[in-house]
């Protein structure tokens, strides 16, 4: 909160950081549940989890 307050370099570097951790992390899973022809649940739990 500090850093985003002051606008200080790090907090963009942080951001990204954990926006690309996020974003990995989620293909990663997708690309499971792909291979495990279960996409269609992830799909749903993904949405249901975030109240979509």
């Known amino acids: ?4 307050k ?3 370099l790090t907090f963009f570097r ?3 950081l954990h926006n690309l951790h ?3 992390e ?3 899973k997708m690309r499971e ?3 495990n ?4 649940q992830f799909k749903r739990n993904f ?3 975030r109240g979509k």
């Open 26 to 28: 989620l293909a990663r």
């Open 1 to 4: 909160n500090h850093l985003f």
């Open 33 to 35: 549940a792909i291979l």
């Open 22 to 24: 996020y974003y990995l």
């Open 6 to 8: 002051a606008k200080e």
């Open 37 to 40: 022809n279960s996409f269609t």
């Open 47 to 49: 949405y249901h989890l």
């Open 14 to 16: 942080l951001a990204s």
